[in-house]
């Protein structure tokens, strides 16, 4: 093996490396924020079977829901029918202390899932979570 042909196959290494790594990265911070995405939508779906059982949103404690514990987020139910993930670390750009939030909305009879994100992070949510506002 020449010279010539060891400097090729570090440079065609170095651009593979150049690529893989930041996906290698995105995908783990996709993951991880996905974390508490997965527990709010665990949260609508027992709120959810809970109003249907009962015709009323439940306290967190009243329902079937139990949120497994995360290094991620912390997570708290500030009023009935809303339950907020609060990051623990920085994940990418979402910054620790930022929040996704669901709010299940029973006004006018038909439930309605409202999920909002702290201010300025509507961009960075919708680029892990790209169906979190729909």
Not at 3 to 26: D, Q, T, Y
Not at 33 to 52: K, P
Not at 110 to 116: D, E, G
Request: aromatic share 10%; proline share 6%.
């Amino acid at each position: 093996m020449t010279v010539v042909e060891l400097v090729v196959i570090i440079c065609i290494g170095s651009i593979l490396l150049g690529i893989a790594i930041p996906k290698f990265i995105e995908t783990a911070v996709k993951n991880k924020i996905w974390d508490g995405m997965s527990t709010l939508m665990t949260y609508e779906s027992s709120q959810l079977a809970y109003l249907a059982q009962r015709g009323r949103i439940g306290p967190v404690d009243s329902t079937v829901f139990l949120p497994e514990p995360s290094e991620y987020f912390s997570y708290s139910e500030p009023a009935v029918g809303q339950y907020k993930a609060t990051a623990k670390m920085k994940m990418g750009r979402f910054l620790p202390d930022h929040w996704i939030m669901t709010r299940i909305d029973t006004t006018g009879g038909m439930p309605k899932l409202r999920r909002s994100c702290s201010p300025g992070d509507s961009s960075i949510v919708k680029r892990y979570i790209s169906n979190y506002f729909k």
